[in-house]
């Protein structure tokens, strides 16, 4: 079956414009997280969303950052007026229900970010 | 603030050798906690994991020893193989999401 994809791959981007960032999560999967990793740096935690439940934003760095998750399936992560600091890889994961942290996740191959 | 404190940063191995790498966590709700391997270009993918309730889970060559009272855990790598070399994270959850380690950077040499 299809792991969890993401688009695009590469996105390089001037300061100050918006971009978006998809992820397809496993079909069936009702939690969807996602994460940046910066070089050099651990899985950083952005936002997580388990079904119709309110997503925790508890990891979004500032309000230049939003997401959100139509149908209970692919999900879109805004980045607006874009920073250099931004630039890093964006990674999405999902799994089969919410345990939170308490089960497997299962990670795209990310969308690497270049703010220029 | 929750934290999970990941050492060495990069560790190189000889082929047929063994594979250390040590995590430390500070929030004792944690209750699972996994390993994640990921190669240059690719997303984790979980290696091995385990709950407090066992003190070592051993998974072919792959072992997760586990410390409840000093709040650390650690991954080895027995008869590590040039297909090792990858990134290790090590990580910590339960009713939060899980949170990271910095990652290590295992390079195995024949």
């Known amino acids: 079956g299809a792991g969890v994809s993401q688009s695009p791959s590469n996105k390089v981007t001037e300061k100050g414009k918006d971009v978006e960032l998809r992820c397809d999560p496993i079909?069936?999967?009702?939690?969807l997280y996602w994460y940046r990793q910066s070089l050099g740096q651990g899985l950083e935690f952005l936002i997580y969303f388990q079904g119709n439940s309110a997503p925790d934003k508890s990891g979004l760095p500032s309000d230049r950052f939003s997401a959100e998750r139509t149908g209970g399936s692919v999900s879109t992560l805004t980045i607006q007026r874009t920073q250099q600091e931004d630039s890093a890889v964006y990674l999405c994961a999902s799994s089969v229900q919410s345990g939170v942290g308490g089960e497997t996740q299962y990670f795209g191959p990310g969308t690497r970010l270049l703010v220029l | 603030q929750q934290q999970v404190k990941q050492s060495p940063q990069s560790l190189i191995v000889q082929k047929g050798g063994i594979s250390i790498i040590n995590c430390a966590y500070e929030?004792?709700?944690?209750?699972?906690f996994p390993w994640y391997q990921q190669f240059p270009g690719k997303g984790p993918a979980l290696l091995i994991a385990i709950r407090p309730d066992v003190s070592e889970k051993k998974e072919g060559r792959f072992t997760i020893s586990f410390n409840k009272s000093a709040k650390q855990f650690s991954l080895h790598i027995m008869d590590s193989q040039p297909g090792d070399s990858a990134t290790y994270f090590c990580a910590a959850g339960g009713n939060t999401p899980l949170v990271f380690g910095k990652g290590t950077r295992l390079s195995v040499i024949a």
């Open positions: 929030n004792t709700a944690f209750d699972y």
């Open positions: 079909s069936g999967h009702t939690a």
